[in-house]
T-cell receptor
Framework: AQKVTQAQTEISVVEKEDVTLDCVYETRDTTYYLFWYKQPPSGELVFLIRRNSFDEQNEISGRYSWNFQKSTSSFNFTITASQVVDSAVYFC?????????????FGAGTRLFVKA | DTGVSQNPRHKITKRGQNVTFRCDPISEHNRLYWYRQTLGQGPEFLTY????????KSRLLSDRFSAERPKGSFSTLEIQRTEQGDSAMYLC????????????????FGQGTRLTVV
């Protein structure tokens, strides 16, 4: 069965600090996709990144970076020099190709507070 | 605006009443999903359509829930005989699928319909 665990329920940082959001997943499939979504106070989930299980290359996009390690089943997300606008709930998600590729399982989310 | 649109945004209903929500996906997207999100939790998968075909339903979707996508465009989610436990945010999402190797594209979410059953 697939499962996504985000152990950090809430994180509070001061603006300009770096922060890492942890994500650990479980799957029996060898082919799967991992995602991060952001849910700001407005409620709409915003896609941030997709990674497939065969691509362990880390990715950087502006202040965002992702570290994917299959050996530890982790897909962590780091925000560098955090800003108040980064305050939101962040969800890690997993989608197994074996399930048809359409069913995405989300973690419980990490609420990030960035204080000015 | 070409994003995913959900109506209504908020719905308050009395226990036992039926409610229906509508989702208009991004026009060229043939995959449509319904999720439910309760406070402090991530979205939970309910059901999935590819065009007009409902291909998967979660065990969370009891007999009181039904979803349709009659023409492969908009979708409706109906809850009959609502219960207080149905109170949640109902999210709709859509994604494109054109076959090939990339099966799991990201989903684009609407703002959701918040249901309160009193």
């Amino acid at each position: 069965a697939q499962k996504v665990t985000q152990a950090q329920t809430e994180i509070s940082v001061v603006e300009k600090e770096d922060v890492t959001l942890d994500c650990v997943y479980e799957t029996r499939d060898t082919t799967y996709y991992l995602f991060w979504y952001k849910q700001p106070p407005s409620g709409e989930l915003v896609f941030l990144i997709r990674r497939n299980s065969f691509d362990e290359q880390n990715e950087i996009s502006g202040r965002y970076s992702w570290n994917f390690q299959k050996s530890t089943s982790s897909f962590n997300f780091t925000i560098t020099a955090s800003q108040v606008v980064d305050s939101a709930v962040y969800f890690c998600a997993l989608s197994e190709v074996g399930s048809g590729g359409f069913k995405t399982i989300f973690g419980a989310g990490t609420r990030l507070f960035v204080k000015a | 605006d070409t994003g995913v649109s959900q109506n209504p945004r908020h719905k308050i209903t009395k226990r036992g009443q039926n409610v229906t929500f509508r989702c208009d996906p991004i026009s060229e997207h043939n995959r449509l999903y319904w999720y439910r999100q309760t406070l402090g939790q991530g979205p939970e998968f309910l059901t999935y359509f590819q065009n007009e075909a409902q291909l998967e339903k979660s065990r969370l979707l009891s007999d009181r829930f039904s979803a349709e996508r009659p023409k492969g465009s908009f979708s409706t989610l109906e809850i009959q005989r609502t219960e207080q436990g149905d109170s949640a945010m109902y999210l709709c999402a859509s994604s494109p699928y054109t076959g090939g190797q990339i099966m799991n594209t990201e989903a684009f979410f609407g703002q959701g319909t918040r249901l309160t059953v009193v």
